[in-house]
């Protein structure tokens, strides 16, 4: 089948996903590298456009360094918009996901068909094709701006904006804490809206997340699990020892470049994060000369900041 050569910054796909298909583009075992749909109990890694439209949303994938090696998530705004082609993922009703980008106005035509199976080799399960998500992502590699780093699955995604480039006249400013500043879950896994945007951390379980607002920007600060092996050699999940800040633009969710916060903080102070019995009361987004730095500013009258 012939690739789509016609995919650039003005392509827009229609992502739709079969109703047999269940926890749709949850996180699965993937190392960070793709998405994954489940049908049957068993796993299959998609491969997203870095732009789509599903069910009435225009979602943008953007990397964030301090998600380590699952560094990319997605922000979608609502939109009228309607797409050129669409991309199908649809399960036969046993064990396979056949995957289908045709264009939108002549579904007989496609561009792009694969049929993934589940195969078992030296005791692991791989799905074959295994060279079907470098093609898509050379299909869709003139969609957005750069490639993520390997470590974060050489996947296609958007550059995020400075926040001096999308609010040049912003001071340092003070997200607070507010009953009009919660984000809300949704019906789909991993997603929260704020107003009418929405973030798809792409299966990440952020833990004890609180968040934060001023009059044009949100942030959201958490922590993360990680799978730690004890004495007895038996992996268990913990609290990582770290503090994360992730800050977006007000309406749109858009992330900005650099302004994020991830350090190592003391054992007692992420225990006290865990028990409640310290509260991160504000966000502080400081100017230090051209760079933007994110504080966390603590209830024990405690700041915390990259050093």
Same mark, same amino acid.
């Given at each position: 089948?012939?690739?789509?050569?016609?995919?650039?910054? @003005?392509?827009?796909?229609?992502?739709?996903?079969?109703?047999?298909?269940?926890?749709?583009?949850?996180?699965?075992?993937?190392?960070?590298?793709?998405?994954?749909?489940?049908?049957?109990?068993?796993?299959?890694?998609?491969?997203?456009?870095?732009?789509?439209?599903?069910?009435?949303?225009?979602?943008?994938?953007?990397?964030?360094?301090?998600?380590?090696?699952?560094?990319?998530?997605?922000?979608?705004?609502?939109?009228?918009?309607?797409?050129?082609?669409?991309?199908?993922?649809?399960?036969?009703?046993?064990?396979?996901?056949?995957?289908?980008?045709?264009?939108?106005?002549?579904?007989?035509?496609?561009?792009?068909?694969?049929?993934?199976?589940?195969?078992?080799?030296?005791?692991?399960?791989?799905?074959?094709?295994?060279?079907?998500?470098?093609?898509?992502?050379?299909?869709?590699?003139?969609?957005?701006?750069?490639?993520?780093?390997?470590?974060?699955?050489?996947?296609?995604?958007?550059?995020?904006?400075?926040?001096?480039?999308?609010?040049?006249? *912003?001071?340092?400013?003070?997200?607070?804490?507010?009953?009009?500043?919660?984000?809300?879950? @949704?019906?789909?896994?991993?997603?929260?809206?704020?107003?009418?945007?929405?973030?798809?951390?792409?299966?990440?379980?952020?833990?004890?997340?609180? @968040?934060?607002?001023?009059?044009?920007?949100?942030?959201?600060?958490?922590?993360?699990?990680?799978?730690?092996?004890?004495?007895?050699?038996?992996? +268990?999940?913990?609290?990582?020892?770290?503090?994360?800040?992730?800050?977006?633009?007000?309406?749109?969710?858009?992330?900005?470049?650099?302004?994020?916060?991830?350090?190592?903080?003391?054992?007692?102070?992420?225990?006290?994060?865990?028990?409640?019995? *310290?509260?991160?009361?504000? *966000?502080?987004?400081?100017?230090?000369?051209?760079?933007?730095?994110? *504080?966390?500013?603590?209830?024990?009258? +405690? @700041?915390?900041?990259?050093?």
């Amino acid at each position: 089948m012939t690739k789509p050569r016609s995919f650039d910054k @003005t392509t827009l796909l229609e992502v739709r996903l079969a109703k047999g298909l269940h926890n749709p583009w949850g996180y699965g075992n993937q190392g960070g590298r793709l998405h994954a749909v489940y049908t049957h109990d068993h796993t299959f890694p998609v491969v997203l456009p870095p732009r789509y439209l599903e069910n009435g949303y225009e979602w943008r994938a953007y990397e964030s360094f301090n998600l380590g090696s699952n560094s990319l998530f997605w922000v979608g705004v609502p939109s009228n918009k309607h797409a050129d082609y669409v991309y199908e993922v649809a399960d036969d009703g046993k064990y396979y996901i056949k995957i289908n980008i045709f264009p939108r106005d002549n579904p007989n035509a496609p561009l792009y068909e694969q049929r993934l199976a589940l195969e078992e080799v030296s005791e692991h399960i791989i799905v074959n094709p295994n060279n079907y998500g470098d093609e898509l992502n050379g299909v869709f590699a003139n969609m957005a701006d750069e490639k993520a780093t390997e470590w974060g699955g050489g996947r296609y995604h958007f550059k995020s904006p400075s926040l001096s480039s999308l609010h040049p006249h *912003i001071r340092p400013d003070d997200l607070v804490l507010g009953e009009g500043c919660q984000w809300q879950k @949704t019906d789909r896994q991993d997603i929260y809206q704020w107003g009418k945007a929405r973030i798809n951390w792409q299966g990440r379980e952020l833990k004890h997340a609180k @968040t934060f607002c001023s009059d044009k920007l949100v942030a959201v600060a958490y922590l993360l699990e990680r799978d730690e092996v004890g004495r007895d050699g038996q992996s +268990k999940r913990v609290i990582d020892a770290r503090l994360l800040v992730n800050v977006f633009d007000k309406e749109t969710l858009t992330p900005f470049d650099g302004v994020y916060l991830e350090t190592y903080i003391e054992h007692d102070l992420k225990d006290g994060l865990v028990a409640g019995t *310290i509260d991160i009361k504000e *966000i502080k987004v400081a100017k230090s000369g051209d760079e933007y730095r994110v *504080i966390a500013k603590l209830s024990n009258g +405690k @700041t915390v900041q990259y050093q």
